[in-house]
Structures are given as structure tokens and as C-alpha cells.
């Protein structure tokens, strides 16, 4: 089903309802400005194929627009809300964005970027009020204005071309070839999204992550298909996030480990009162979740929890729920799209348990815009098997464990060390809040293992805890996945999604020293 159809039949229905502002959006206002925008797309002679940019918080112009593109045959770049001006440049250049749309809300780095794509055609900007739009931008709510809220003559179905996360290098287009089909046509995605995410026709979804990354769109974008009331949370906050499952009777929810992270360092009091009684599903993904993390996640929240292993490059999918991961822990279940290949540095198949690169055969097609060799890089056999890179295991039965990123592997003295492990046991000492592994520069082994962690109490930092943690590491794991040293910071540079940008974290350490390591 399609937005059209609910807003004719239930017009009055919350659509998207902020979080902490409470703005609501209804069916029929969401279908009207979606229309105008695809009418303003039209009007500024944008056909099918051609390419927009958003740049914002999360806010329900966000979405109009989006509904827009999808009315018109447009490819949409979200662009992350958090990069700095030349990064937003990058991506709209790289992306031949002909139009940019941005808030009042990211104004100074929306015009510093603006200001280095000379491509651009058009510059609109939301939320500026009675206030007048920078110059050389219009305001988008007097350019919808004018526009019908009716749809335009020749619609056709558009898409998301979102961007890698840039964690260790620059970020990548990911382009597939549009549907020939019109907005308002089933779309074959929607079963699998359903059956995969728990998603039902009028559920309440909340989503408490950035719009700009790309589970979080397709999920507010199915669920609105649906003809569901989305909740959409500015930024995650742990315990607002307990009271908006109770005030709106929440019933599906898409997270990352970081959050549920947050959510158990609540104190009992806190979880205890809280009514969570309606929550029907809760999808996990984008990271590897410590074991211990998801226990405790569903032994509090019940066997409601699915998690999926995919990319934004969607090459392939694996799915496990909540039942056959307690018999499996640790893993992100078996192939649902795509045949699952682990492969060695040479091609090999890799026996059982063993690590290697992720591959998957004959899943969904894409490439890399305007990029072939990467593209390239990503295929093998005749380009029907590709990979992101991602490293791990399947057992005897089949299912997938992942190890983590090849990026991240540390050599040190001629061997090879995959830090997730050594960070997920360190995320269970009750100090840690957050925690990083990565190489450093060692004269002798080349790169040596440090932990960069976040505490849960600052004040506790110091040798005496630094000690504690590796010796807490060296009772539980093989010394050569230990640490050597432990930096104590205030924050880790992560993204609001809960990646991890280790990237950052080791230009610091590896400034003056030759490496290979991006």
C-alpha cells in the first residue's frame, strides 16, 4: 500500500510525530507536501535519474522531501548531519546532486559546503522562520507554497543513493538501477522488509536513529507504506527512549548495540517502572553485539529481538531471532538473501570456524557511483560475488559469526589480531562505558595492541585501573590479543548510528610513522 491510499482513508492519522518537539504530522498533510515537493522537483526541470542532496536533522522535511523524490524518479543522498563543510561538499559533488536541501538548523556548514559545489542549481533551506533565507538560498516552505498538492502527471518510482560511512576512507555512492514502476506499485521488498523486521500494517514504529543512514530510512519509508504512526527521536536519550514505548504504545523499533548498551546502564528503578509491555519486535544491526549485551537485553525486553547482518550496499542479508540466537550466541544467523561465502586471501573456500572475508553470491546488484575500480575491487566471479570487507566464521550448522572489519585487523609480529573480541570482553567490566582496540606503532612487532576506553565514572581513570583492565583481559583471552597500554578519554568518536570511527582514533597514534593501515 501506499502513503496515497492511507491519507485517503484515514487523512487524520499521525503520519510522524517528533519526539521531543511533539510536532505531528498526519497522512494527508504528509501526502500534500510530498506531492508539492515532487511538483517543485519538476518545476526545476529534474527528471528521472537525476540526483538530489539532503543535509539535516532529523525533522519531518526530512522525510516530505524524500516523498518527493520518490514521487519523481529522483535519487536522494541523505548526507550524514554531523560532517564538517568539505566532507558535505564531497558528497554532493560526487553524488551530481543538482539541487541541495538543508535547516536553518545546519546553516553555517550548509553554506561553507554549498559554497565549494558550483554544480548546484538550486539551494533550499527549512525551519528558517520570519527570518530571511542566506543568500543565494531560497526558503523551501515559501517554494512549496505555490506548488499543487496534487501528484504530478508522470510519476515514477525514485530511490535512496546512500553513502558508505566514510570510516576508513572515502565514503562511496552506492547506485542501483531504479525500478520501472510507479510510486503507488507493490514493491517485492516490502514482504521480505516485513517478514525480516517484524513490520505489520498500523504499528507504531519508533525510530531512534539518523534519518540520513540508510536502516533507518528504509525502515521509516516501509512503515509508512504500512499506513503506521512513526516516532521519530531528535537523538537517542536511553531513558526517553523507555517513555516514548509507553506514551505511544510503541510496538517495533530498530537499534543498534550501543543503545541497548544504554539502556541496561539505566538504573533498576528506572527500567523497573517503565511500561514496555507493546513492544513487539526490536531489530538490531550495524554492529557486532557483545554476547552479554544481548542476553541481557532479551532477558529483560523478552524473545522479541532480531538482528540482521547486511550493509548499505545490501549484497546480501543474514537473519536470526531471538530463539535460535540463545542456542547460537554470538551469531547473526544464516543467509536469507544471497549464497554465504567465506573466502581466505587467496580466493580458498575456508573450512568451517575459520576466518575469512564475507561474500555473498548472487544477491542484489549495485556499484559504486562514478566508481569503477572500486566497484571492481568489491567483485569476484565474473561480478556476481561481492564484499564490504567484513571478516568471520560459520559454524557446522551455517551460521555466520562475525569477527569483525578487515580494516581494523592489527599485525603484530607477524600475527594477526581482530579486535572486536578483545573489545566486547572489555565492554563487560563494569568500568567501561565504551571501548576501542586498535594498533599502534611498536619498533619491535610493528603495531602493538592498545584499548582507548571511555569510563563510566571519569573521576576512576588512572595506572591502577589501567592495570585492572589488563589483567582483566590477560585472565580471559590469549596475551597476544591483550592490550599493551590503555588510553582513558572522555568520548569515542562514534556516529549518532553506533559505528565506530577507529579511523580517527589511530591518526593520532600512527602521525610520523609509515603504515599501511586507512
Given at each position: 500500500m501506499f502513503a496515497r491510499q492511507h491519507a485517503m482513508e484515514h487523512p487524520g492519522k499521525p503520519a510522524i510525530i517528533m519526539a521531543a518537539s511533539g510536532e505531528t504530522v498526519s497522512y494527508s498533510e504528509y501526502e500534500s507536501r510530498a506531492n508539492q515537493v515532487a511538483h517543485l522537483l519538476r518545476k526545476a526541470g529534474l527528471q528521472r535519474g537525476d540526483h538530489i542532496a539532503i543535509f539535516m536533522e532529523n525533522n519531518p522535511r526530512m522525510l516530505e522531501i524524500e516523498g518527493g523524490a520518490e514521487r519523481t524518479g529522483l535519487y536522494y543522498t541523505m548526507i550524514n548531519s554531523y560532517l564538517a563543510p568539505d566532507e558535505v561538499a564531497y558528497i554532493v559533488t560526487n553524488s551530481q546532486s543538482r539541487m541541495l536541501f538543508s535547516s536553518a538548523a545546519k546553516r553555517d556548514v550548509a553554506e561553507a559546503a554549498a559554497a565549494k559545489c558550483p554544480q548546484l542549481e538550486r539551494l533550499l533551506?527549512?525551519?528558517t522562520g520570519t527570518a530571511a533565507a542566506p543568500e543565494g538560498w531560497e526558503s523551501y516552505e515559501a517554494?512549496?507554497?505555490g506548488c499543487p498538492a496534487d501528484p504530478v502527471a508522470d510519476e515514477s518510482l525514485g530511490a535512496a543513493m546512500l553513502y558508505s560511512s566514510g570510516t576508513t576512507g572515502q565514503p562511496k555512492g552506492v547506485l542501483r538501477e531504479l525500478p520501472a514502476i510507479s510510486p503507488g506499485e507493490a514493491l517485492p521488498v516490502m514482504q521480505f522488509v516485513s517478514a525480516m523486521f517484524g513490520f505489520r500494517p498500523g504499528m507504531t514504529y519508533l525510530n531512534p536513529a539518523p534519518l540520513y543512514h540508510s536502516a533507518p530510512a528504509a525502515s521509516v519509508s516501509a512503515a509508512l507504506r504500512l499506513g503506521a504512526t512513526v516516532v521519530v527521536m531528535e537523538h537517542f536519550d536511553a531513558e526517553q527512549w523507555l517513555a516514548l514505548v509507553e506514551r505511544h504504545k510503541v510496538t517495533?523499533?530498530?537499534?543498534?548495540?550501543?543503545?541497548?548498551?544504554?539502556?541496561?546502564?539505566?538504573?533498576?528503578e528506572t527500567r523497573a517502572r517503565s511500561d514496555t509491555s507493546s513492544l513487539e519486535c526490536?531489530?538490531?544491526?550495524?554492529?557486532?553485539?557483545p554476547v552479554h549485551v544481548k542476553k541481557a537485553i532479551i532477558d529483560w525486553l523478552g524473545p522479541i529481538i532480531t538482528e540482521y547482518y547486511g550493509a548499505t550496499e545490501a549484497n546480501g542479508f543474514?537473519?536470526?531471532?531471538?530463539?535460535t540466537w540463545l542456542t547460537h550466541p554470538g551469531t547473526v544467523g544464516r543467509p536469507i538473501l544471497g549464497e554465504l561465502v567465506i573466502l581466505d586471501d587467496e580466493g580458498n573456500p575456508c573450512p568451517t570456524g575459520e576466518d575469512g572475508t564475507i561474500w555473498f553470491r548472487g544477491a542484489t546488484a549495485f556499484e559504486y557511483f562514478d566508481d569503477p575500480d572500486k566497484t571492481a575491487a568489491s567483485r569476484r566471479d565474473g561480478g556476481v560475488t561481492s564484499t564490504v570487507g567484513d571478516v568471520g566464521h560459520v559454524d557446522a550448522d551455517g551460521y555466520l559469526y562475525l569477527t569483525d572489519r578487515k580494516s581494523y585487523m592489527i599485525i603484530s609480529g607477524g600475527v594477526n589480531i581482530y579486535p572486536q573480541e578483545t573489545e566486547n570482553l572489555l565492554s563487560g567490566h563494569p568500568a567501561v562505558l565504551d571501548v576501542a582496540v586498535i594498533g599502534v606503532p611498536n619498533d619491535d612487532l610493528g603495531e602493538e595492541v592498545k584499548?582507548?576506553?571511555?569510563?563510566?565514572d571519569p573521576a576512576a581513570a588512572g595506572p591502577e585501573l589501567a592495570a585492572e583492565l589488563m589483567a582483566y583481559c590477560r585472565e580471559r583471552l590469549t596475551h597476544f590479543k591483550c592490550p599493551r597500554t590503555i588510553d582513558f578519554v572522555p568520548d569515542l568518536p562514534r556516529s549518532p548510528t553506533g559505528k565506530l570511527y577507529k579511523r580517527f582514533l589511530r591518526d593520532a597514534y600512527w602521525a610520523g610513522h609509515q603504515t599501511s593501515i586507512v
Open positions: 533551506m527549512t525551519g517554494a512549496i507554497a517495533n523499533c530498530q537499534m543498534v548495540p550501543v543503545m541497548f548498551n544504554r539502556l541496561l546502564r539505566l538504573d533498576d526490536i531489530v538490531h544491526a550495524a554492529a557486532p553485539c543474514t537473519f536470526c531471532d531471538s530463539a584499548a582507548v576506553v571511555q569510563l563510566a
